[in-house]
């Protein structure tokens, strides 16, 4: 029993984690240059309802992949119209922005059940798979590694850092704050999206209303415990997600231990990070809209 | 400007006039809402007047709609001035769900093991509400003033540490053993908050509430304490040279608000629910937000937006039921007028920037 | 300042705006619900209450239920309203908005309503409250009957059922909390597989939720790991997950009260359906004759039948079929015995 544990956990850790990483990525990229991404948890049920009413309709993995990065883009530039072009507060929209995708994405799902029954069966499993991983795992893991290096590596990558820091440098620097920011938010929300095809292509193969049930807000955890750093921030997914596959395991196996308690230890973990690390690293100028001078 | 004909210059400071009206951007916005909504309700097969009908019969006609639409507004006011008061010292407070939320534990705590006199234990159980909703936020306000950690961070992990908390409570040491969801036992009916009947039959929160906002306005606008609160949160650098002790005002602020926030979770468990189970709160600490947002400098502004949030929530039960449409466009008619008029307003202010330039 | 007053003005205007529209909508609706055809007697209006969104496709009990509901519409031609996705502690609130709003019958439909049918049921003497699924009391007041499946047999026949089609011997059973219908049932599942194999063994978890996809495919692969090869799930929408994680581990699933072949071609054995138009056309021509009266309506072994297996277990097919319709006759006695199941 020893040998034959250890995979099966180590394999339920990786699907837990691969939604997340998307997801954690999306509000590193955003963060960095200075939005704070709270409307990564409704643009991660948008996408997974896009992603499987793509596969539903055109009958193909990748169409519904892409159709979830079209979905993300669209979101992302309302979102960044928002909160960046007029620009209005980036925390209550991205609240209010949630609530207001749960009741579309439930909206349309419903309609589209109507339409096609086949929105509410199983879709196949998505080419590539092994071992029960999508090819998910392995794009998260590259754009982990393609994230570090463009946001600590590269000449754009050391810009928009710049812009999260401080803004009105970055425009006396010679940047379109406006039109930078605006481009990044919208190519997080792509990714915030693509983590929710990952939930429903890559991973359970159908959706249902509210799906991912606060699996943004925990990678919005990640991403602040990797004190938004990709690298840090998807081993803490990974870390997450090990504590979820844990949970089943602990419940499954009668432990005593109530599983809401192992569902904090995200946040706690998080908040012991922030504590530690304190304002260290953090792009100080998250959440403030920038407004031309 | 002289030269142009009489019409277009009437129609142009019309136009001016109009946008200039303080009602502008609330009507546009719920237009707007009402707008997406009836077109969702067309694709859906309903219309759109039987809908919104539904909306407004549900939640303000005959008594019984009528005091669960009042008695609704209650912790969305108190939740929203969670998010108010901190606000004005520059600190903003998303946790207040999770303290809503510990609030209503804390009350439980209190009525289901303390016996004595009711007014004696129910004043006690709503002191420990307001008690647990401060201390949810006492570590988001260290981390901001110690460490300089946003708070926008801590709140937020703050909230969903103290959701996962109840939750572990009510289906573990807390569940009432006969009950199959994870819930407390019942308060017992001596120790509910006292009902009156104006028309209405509420509970005494209304009091509550209602003296607390009018509270923030007096010591908002009408204070020294207001006026140094105002600048700590404009301007910390020079209410600091201009000798306010800026985190002792920020710690005021925030641990008034959060306590604020465990008053409605206290008021609600012992007033309208009775017990604390799995999905016993709506987002009442969520909604607050856009509320205290709403208001924007006047406070006494609380009570007629939380009331028409209140509509919402309460008439949407029965618009679903009576049409058929989805559950689901209840959160559309939660999320899209704010999502609207912060935009619409944000347009607006931004306008004669743009001119000027 | 102007601007001060800004939105407190606005709010006042708007609100009245509001008071406008609610004077002037709700007019129209108000004639239709409180004048009726005057030729046409009073339609017997219901109202059914769900704990999920979407009844018509959600899980197997709401679905069974819906087809049943929807009889008192089609074949009687009764006004029914449904309410859907009310949280568990909202269950009494919008029961007495029912009865408050003049309904004649409000169904409960699942037994986590019991508790809710108990508080509401005295409060409102004049109308009918009717619970739809599991209960051993009623309510203390007149106004109550409630239509009961012997889920204890239920869970014999799958079983039974599960035990015959099983290679591993080790069955999966699922559920979203441990409700006391579902440990009833889940201990017929026990007793069931016992029967036909007595070395069979019966897992059962909770999965602490009824809607969390993801979990439920978990906690099936959880399961197939420890060597389950059929599983039976009671949950809410996260059904799905478990028909995902079964699928993905090549086991069988059992569908529960409604047919679920289309849900997962792949996956689903077959269903033990649960014929619930009958028992909705008993309590129609009861409330219409007058004779409705309080008390328990039980649903037997009848009332259960098994869906088609369209191909799967070929060879066994026509033998458990067989054993199946002996539960039903009462040829193949299966003690009962409750399980603790925590």
């Known amino acids: ?293 | 400007m002289q030269a142009k004909s009489g019409t277009a210059m009437m129609l142009n400071s019309y136009g001016k006039r109009f946008w200039d009206l303080p009602v502008a951007v609330p009507v546009l916005s719920l237009l707007l809402s009402f707008l997406v909504v009836a077109v969702m309700a067309v694709i859906f097969g309903v219309s759109p007047g039987t809908l919104l009908g539904a909306l407004f019969e549900g939640a303000l006609k005959g008594r019984f709609a009528m005091a669960s639409t009042v008695k609704e507004t209650i912790p969305l006011a108190l939740a929203s001035l969670a998010v108010y008061l901190p606000y004005r010292a520059g600190f903003f407070n998303i946790g207040g769900q999770g303290q809503l939320q510990v609030g209503a534990i804390s009350a439980m705590v209190v009525v289901l093991n303390v016996s004595g006199p009711p007014l004696m234990v129910v004043t006690l159980a709503v002191l420990a509400a307001m008690m647990a909703g401060l201390l949810a936020v006492v570590v988001p306000l260290l981390l901001k003033i110690k460490r300089g950690a946003s708070e926008v961070t801590t709140t937020i992990m703050m909230n969903f540490a103290c959701i996962q908390l109840v939750n572990a409570l009510i289906t573990g040491a807390m569940k009432d053993a006969s009950a199959f969801f994870g819930t407390t036992l019942p308060a017992p009916e001596q120790y509910r908050l006292p009902e009156f009947t104006l028309g209405v039959t509420v509970h005494i929160g209304i009091f509550i509430a209602l003296l607390l906002v009018a509270g923030t306005y007096w010591l908002t606008s009408r204070t020294t304490f207001g006026v140094r609160l105002k600048a700590v949160g404009s301007k910390p650098s020079v209410a600091e040279a201009s000798g306010i002790a800026v985190k002792k005002m920020i710690a005021l602020a925030v641990l008034g608000g959060a306590a604020c926030a465990g008053l409605a979770g206290g008021i609600q468990a012992l007033g309208v629910v009775y017990r604390v189970a799995e999905g016993w709160s709506k987002g009442w600490g969520f909604t607050g937000i856009p509320i205290a947002f709403l208001a924007g400098k006047n406070s006494l502004a609380i009570i007629p937006i939380a009331f028409m949030f209140a509509i919402l929530e309460t008439g949407a039960r029965y618009m679903q039921f009576m049409t058929g449409v989805p559950a689901a466009l209840i959160f559309v008619f939660q999320g899209l007028p704010v999502l609207v008029f912060v935009s619409l307003n944000a347009w607006r202010s931004s306008k004669p920037n743009k001119i000027e330039r | 300042m102007r601007k001060r007053h800004f939105s407190f003005i606005a709010l006042l205007l708007v609100l009245g705006l509001f008071t406008v529209m609610v004077l002037g909508c709700p007019a129209p609706a108000d004639d239709a619900v409180a004048e009726p055809d005057p030729v046409e007697p009073d339609p017997v209006r219901v109202g059914a209450i769900y704990s999920i969104p979407d009844p018509a496709r959600g899980g197997g009990w709401d679905r069974a239920q819906y087809a049943g509901l929807k009889t008192l519409e089609t074949e009687f031609g009764w006004e029914l309203s449904i309410a859907e996705a009310v949280e568990f502690p909202k269950l009494a609130e919008t029961a007495a908005e029912f009865a408050e709003r003049g309904f004649d019958i409000v169904i409960f439909t699942s037994s986590a309503h019991v508790d809710a049918w108990k508080e509401v049921a005295p409060q409102y003497p004049d109308t009918w409250f009717l619970l739809m699924s599991v209960t051993e009391t009623l309510p203390e007041s007149d106004n109550v009957a409630a239509w009961v499946p012997d889920m204890y047999v239920y869970g014999t026949m799958v079983g039974a059922l599960a035990a015959m089609a099983s290679e591993t011997g080790t069955i999966g059973a699922i559920g979203g909390m441990p409700i006391p219908a579902l440990k009833l049932m889940y201990s017929g599942i026990i007793e069931g597989a016992k029967a036909i194999n007595p070395d069979s063994e019966v897992l059962v978890d909770w999965v602490g939720d009824w809607v969390d996809v993801p979990k439920h495919s978990e906690v099936t692969r959880l399961q197939i790991e420890r060597g389950a090869d059929v599983i039976f799930a009671v949950t809410g929408p996260g059904t799905k997950g478990v028909l995902d994680g079964a699928e993905a581990g090549n086991a069988l699933v059992i569908g529960y009260a409604a047919d679920w072949y289309d849900d997962a071609p792949g996956a689903i054995l077959t269903s033990v359906l649960v014929d619930t138009p009958p028992m909705y056309r008993e309590l129609a021509e009861a409330f219409n004759a007058g004779t409705l009266t309080k008390g328990i309506n039980q649903l037997t072994a009848v009332n259960f039948t098994l869906a088609d297996f369209r191909g799967k277990l070929p060879d066994a097919e026509a033998q458990i079929k067989e054993t199946i319709a002996k539960i039903q006759r009462g040829e193949i006695q299966i003690p009962r015995v409750m399980h603790e199941l925590e």
Request: charged share 10%.
């Open chain 1, 1 to 293: 029993m020893s040998e034959g544990w250890l995979a099966p956990f180590l394999l339920a850790t990786l699907r837990a984690a691969t939604p997340l990483i998307f997801c954690a990525l999306s509000v590193v990229l955003a963060e960095r240059a200075g939005v704070i991404h709270i409307g990564v948890e409704g643009v991660m049920l948008a996408g997974a309802l896009a992603g499987l009413l793509g596969v539903v309709f055109w009958g193909d993995a990748y169409v519904g992949i892409l159709f979830s990065l079209l979905v993300g883009l669209i979101l992302g530039l309302l979102l960044a119209l928002i909160t960046v072009y007029l620009p209005s507060d980036q925390v209550v929209t991205g609240i209010v922005f949630n609530i207001f995708s749960l009741g579309v994405t439930s909206f349309i799902f419903r309609l589209a059940a109507e339409k096609n029954a086949a929105v509410q069966a199983l879709i196949p499993v998505m080419p590539g798979s092994v071992f029960g991983l999508s090819p998910f795992m392995v794009l998260a893991l590259v754009l982990t590694v393609f994230m570090w290096w463009f946001m600590f590596r590269t000449g754009p990558g050391l810009k928009i850092r710049s812009m999260g820091e401080d803004a009105h440098a970055a425009h006396a620097a010679g940047i379109n704050v406006v039109i930078t920011r605006m481009l990044i938010l919208t190519a997080a929300a792509a990714l915030s999206a693509l983590g929710g095809a990952a939930l429903t292509i890559g991973w359970v193969r159908s959706f249902t209303d509210n799906i991912t049930l606060g699996r943004g807000f925990i990678a919005l955890a990640a991403a602040y415990c990797g004190r938004w750093n990709p690298l840090l921030a998807t081993a803490a997914c990974i870390l997450f997600g090990a504590g979820e596959a844990l949970a089943f395991r602990a419940q499954a196996a009668g432990e005593g231990l109530n599983p809401h308690y192992f569902l904090m230890i995200p946040y706690l973990l998080t908040l012991l990070v922030v504590a530690v690390a304190g304002k260290g690293r953090a792009p100080a100028d998250v959440g403030r809209p920038y407004v031309r001078r």
